[in-house]
Each structure stands twice: as C-alpha cells, then as structure tokens.
C-alpha cells in the first residue's frame, strides 16, 4: 500500500532426521566422515566458492504462493484496496488539479513551497514514528491516513498560503506514520520468504488506479470545477480510510513491542 524493500525467495529445507535402522542392522548411509580405512575423505570445497544456488520455481508457481499469501490476510489486502482509491484521489487532486489552481491562487513558487514543507512533514514523522511504542501499529498508522484530506480539503475550499503551508506539513506527517506502521506489519506479519512476492501485489493494488484519477480529474474538474473536484478527492479518501477501518483485522492485528535491553 505505498512507496513501498526485498528479499531471497529461497528457501533452506530443515535437515531430514536419520531413517531409523532395524536392531543388529547397519544404517542405510554412512555419514560423510565414516570413511573406510585408509581411504582419504572427500575434499572440502576451496575457501570463496560459491554453492550452487537453489534451483528457482517458475514465474506462476511464485506469482500463485504470493496471491495465495496475499489474499489469505485481510488486513492486507483491505488496506491495499483502500490505497487504490486514496493513491487515485491524491494523483488526480495534487499532481493534476494543484497546479491549476495555483495558477489562480497562490501561485506556482507557492505551491512548491507547499509540497516542500509536506516532505518536511514526512522528515519529522519519520522520526517521530522511530519512538513509538504502540500495540496496535498498522491500526494508529491507518487512522493518521485521514491526514490524506486535509491538503486536498484546503485545496479546494481555502486556496490560500497559510492554510496550505498548515495542511501539508500535517498531511505530510500522517502519511510517515502510516509508511512506517505498514512497512513493520508487513515485515513481522508475512513470512520473510515470500515477503517479495506479497509486496509486489501490494505496489500493483495500490498504484492501479492512478492513471484512472489523473486522467478523470481534469473533464471532471471542467464539469464540475475544480473545488468542487478536489473536496470530492477528499470525501473519496476519508471513505477509503472508514472502509480499511471496516476490517476487524486492521483494527485489531497486535504489533510485537521490542523488549527493554
């Protein structure tokens, strides 16, 4: 559900227990250092060489284990769901209709500024987010999503520059907390060997429709207008926050808290 790392999708199989043998029979296989007498042991592998790798499965073997793992968490995919519709409102709102209006406001220097101090608000969520200690992570970090409505809100109702400034750094801020609680979900709720597989669903639902909410924004902001436009962007986002907070697994998925050293 977001800008969203990678890991090996190999596996080590867990070491086969030895088959038990029958009373006063030998075993079925010697081990590699029961050599016979005067037999010198194999000879072990030059110091760098690399083992062979695993032999890789084909592309829809892996594409099949990540939607399996994917699909089967609803807290996954109901954020991803929702990450499809906020992404789509946001590209069509900021990207396709901010510039527009602060051609008529504020101003384009002006509305650079305002997406500055939103990563500036990103910068300090960030860090704030490193000192958290809370249970129901990806809950909190779902919840500061309703940040997501602020810019756009502002955008299209008071198209002015303190307002803005306030807004994106806000928006800015929430929009960390959810990155840094997703990005711990996923990492300590989905196994690390197919962690690569899932996050590539994740990345296709919640940028699918991007291209739908920059191409629609601009017919319906010369329909409609574009305040008009932009606080419907931003109903659009709050409903896609109540919908993920419609999962009982969102609401209640426990975080593991790091223990005092």
């Known amino acids: ?11 080590a199989s867990a070491p086969a227990p030895p088959a038990a043998s029958a009373p006063g029979t030998a075993p079925a296989a010697a081990s590699a250092s029961d050599t016979a007498p005067g037999t010198a042991p194999p000879p072990a592998p030059a ?20 939607w399996s793992e994917f699909s089967s968490r609803t807290w996954l995919w109901s954020v991803v769901a929702g990450f499809a519709v906020t992404n789509a409102a946001l590209a069509g709102g900021l990207n396709v209709l901010g510039p527009i209006v ?7 220097p002006a509305w650079g500024l305002v997406l ?29 999503c309703f940040g997501d409505v602020l810019l756009l809100g502002a955008l299209g ?10 807004c994106g750094f806000l928006a800015g801020f929430a929009i960390e907390q959810f990155a840094v609680a997703w990005e711990t979900t996923m990492q300590e709720h989905v196994p690390a060997d197919k962690l690569a597989r899932v996050y590539s669903y994740d990345m296709l639902g919640s940028f699918v429709a991007i291209p ?13 207008g574009a305040s008009t436009t932009l606080v419907g962007a931003a109903v659009l986002c709050g409903l896609a926050v109540v919908g993920m907070l419609c999962s009982r697994d969102v609401r209640r998925l426990a975080h ?6």
Do not use: K, N
């Not at 559900?1 to 596996?11: G, H, M, Q, R, Y």
């Not at 060489?49 to 099949?64: K, S």
């Not at 990563?119 to 249970?135: D, E, H, K, P, S």
């Not at 109702?157 to 307002?163: A, E, S």
């Open 47 to 66: 110091p760098g060489t690399a083992l062979a790798p695993a032999p890789r499965q084909g592309i829809w073997t892996d594409l099949r284990e990540g």
């Open 102 to 108: 602060a051609d008529d406001t504020i101003g384009r």
């Open 157 to 166: 109702l008071t198209p002015h520059i303190g307002p803005l400034l306030l």
């Open 212 to 224: 739908v909410g920059q191409v629609v924004a601009g017919p319906l902001a010369e329909r409609y």
């Open 116 to 144: 500055a101090i939103e990563t500036a608000g990103m910068v300090v969520g960030g860090i704030v987010a490193l000192r958290l200690r809370i249970r129901r992570f990806l809950l909190y970090g779902v919840v500061c």
């Open 1 to 11: 559900a977001s800008a969203a790392p990678a890991d090996s999708d190999a596996t």
């Open 256 to 261: 593991t808290l790091p223990t005092a050293e």
